[in-house]
């Protein structure tokens, strides 16, 4: 089946605009997360989803940053006021529930390229 | 200290070795470990996961857990050029009430060149 998508796959801004990131997770996965890639380090977390809901935000750096999963299925992070410092890639993952077992296995989306000019 | 350390390498092997990449994690109550393998701009694919102490096996891929000395390490046996890649450790803790956080927490990952 179809994995987790994410759009776009390169976002160019400039400083102090605001950005949209789309992710869509594989069908059916109840947990959706988000991270965030630096060259040269392992993805850091940011937020996860359990349904609708943010079950975990404690990764996002600072009140910019805000993510919503209105329906339970797609979610959109949001980015305002943006710095050269959000540069990153942003990746997305799902997985069929987060209860600790082994089907909460996370699956990763193709991430999103941010760039903060 | 981190919460995930491994050596950022790189780590170089001939073809056909073994190649050993290790990873230590500060937190005691962790629960879950896995192997993710990330190419160059691409996302990261899960290898393997590991949940008890103990080796697991899954064709060409050994991982090794030890809670005891929160070591876990992945073992490559007959390596390939292909297998050339960036290797990424994660941990999944469980709170004080005994349930799983959702969030993984990576190492910084190994970068693993095999030269044929």
């Known amino acids: 089946g179809a994995g987790v998508s994410q759009t776009p796959s390169n976002k160019v801004t400039e400083k102090g605009k605001y950005v949209e990131l789309r992710c869509d997770p594989i069908?059916?996965?109840?947990?959706l997360y988000w991270y965030r890639q630096s060259l040269g380090q392992g993805p850091e977390f940011l937020i996860y989803?359990?349904?609708?809901?943010?079950?975990?935000d404690s990764g996002l750096p600072n009140d910019r940053f805000f993510a919503v999963r209105p329906e339970g299925s797609v979610s959109t992070l949001k980015i305002q006021r943006t710095e050269r410092g959000d540069s990153a890639v942003y990746l997305c993952a799902s997985s069929l529930t987060a209860s600790g077992l082994a089907t909460d296995t996370q699956y990763f989306g193709p991430g999103t390229r941010l760039t903060v000019l | 200290q981190k919460e995930v350390e491994q050596n950022s390498g790189p780590l170089s092997v001939p073809e056909g070795a073994i190649a050993s990449l290790n990873c230590t994690y500060s937190d005691r109550v962790s629960q879950s470990f896995f192997w993710y393998r990330q190419y160059s701009g691409k996302s990261p694919e899960l290898i393997m996961s590991?949940?008890?102490?103990g080796d697991k096996e899954d064709g060409r891929f050994t991982a090794q857990l030890n809670k005891a000395s929160q070591y876990v390490s992945l073992l490559i046996r007959d390596s390939q050029p292909s297998d050339s890649a960036t290797y990424l450790c994660a941990v999944r803790l469980i709170n004080a009430g005994g349930t799983s956080y959702g969030k993984l927490t990576f190492g910084q990952g190994t970068i693993l060149t095999v030269h044929p």
């Open positions: 590991i949940y008890s102490n």
């Open positions: 989803f359990q349904g609708t809901g943010a079950a975990d």
């Open positions: 069908s059916g996965h109840t947990a």
